[in-house]
């Protein structure tokens, strides 16, 4: 049965009408965010000042050696805008908070779906319109996970390494790569896990300690356990919400013999071959650059 010109139309209007409707709702599902955003990035410093967890200066102890690792990538798990030293941890301006599980028993960070980024690049956009107004003294954020290249001694020979470090309360991994083997966990690990990888094989243990700086700690403390590093602007940074352009946080660690182990030679190498053990993985410093 052959179909009027007519009817042929119409059929053809209709398909268009829908065609049309799924297109706007498919927009409307996924909205882009308008107008100014707060942007943050990551620099890693080995020569910025090396604190301890009240951030006060800190030499390494007698009897331990540190060397400043070359940063791959890092993880952020989370963001918080703070208005003042006695603001408690969540109080202030949460931007932003890495997804939770329970794969593995209690709750964890889920490191399959956290954001890994590199140096300078774009870590995290935030629209300055959801953002209260307000000032804010100071900066707070979780760092959930560390990549970076070492150096370490076998046989009085020294050789290259890449160290995968977990710095968050609790992450679940399925499985993660240190630079070209995979590990596979299939399992929650507290703070002050880690994965290394040589020419050799591939191994993991766990950190005695992770440095944390909060110069607050005083006034606000954070939860054992958490990497909440805390920095205080240079000035206060200013929400008026009638910004329009962008303001760029660039978020500044200090790597400052951030790798520290039991130097039992005192040769300031870190000797495998004599079973030193790493004692501390965590970063020593945050300080932040508003522009």
């Given amino acids: 049965m052959k179909k009027s010109f007519k009817s042929t139309l119409l059929l053809g209007a209709l398909l268009l009408g829908i065609a049309t409707l799924q297109g706007c709702n498919k927009k409307s599902e996924n909205p882009q965010p308008e107008g100014p955003k707060v942007i943050f990035k990551f620099q890693f410093d080995p020569t910025q000042e090396r604190l301890d967890n009240f951030g006060q200066p800190a030499a390494l102890p007698t009897g331990n050696a540190g060397q400043n690792p070359t940063f791959n990538s890092i993880g952020a798990h989370y963001f918080e805008l703070t208005p003042t030293a006695f603001t408690q941890l969540g109080n202030g301006q949460v931007l932003y908070q890495a997804p939770e599980v329970t794969n593995g028993g209690d709750k964890a960070i889920d490191f399959e779906q956290s954001i890994i980024k590199g140096e300078n690049e774009t870590y995290l956009e935030v629209p300055i319109s959801s953002i209260a107004a307000g000032n804010y003294e100071y900066l707070r954020v979780s760092l959930s996970y560390q990549n970076y290249s070492i150096k370490f001694n076998f046989r009085n020979s020294e050789l290259d390494a890449t160290v995968a470090s977990f710095l968050g309360f609790n992450t679940y991994l399925k499985s ?31 950190a005695a300690r992770t440095t944390v700086p909060n110069p607050i700690a005083s006034t606000s403390p954070i939860p054992a356990g958490s990497c909440v590093v805390t920095a205080k602007f240079d000035t206060p940074l200013q929400i008026t919400g009638t910004e329009t352009q962008d303001i760029v946080i660039t978020v500044m660690l200090s790597t400052n013999q951030s790798f520290e182990w039991q130097d039992t030679n005192g040769n300031g190498k870190w000797d495998v071959d004599l079973d030193e053990q790493v004692v501390d993985m965590g970063v020593r410093g945050m300080k932040v650059k508003v522009e």
């Fill in 176 to 206: 993660y790569t240190i630079k070209d083997k995979q590990v596979t966990v299939n399992a929650n690990k507290l703070q002050g896990y880690w994965g290394i990888e040589t020419a050799f094989n591939t191994s993991t243990g766990d």
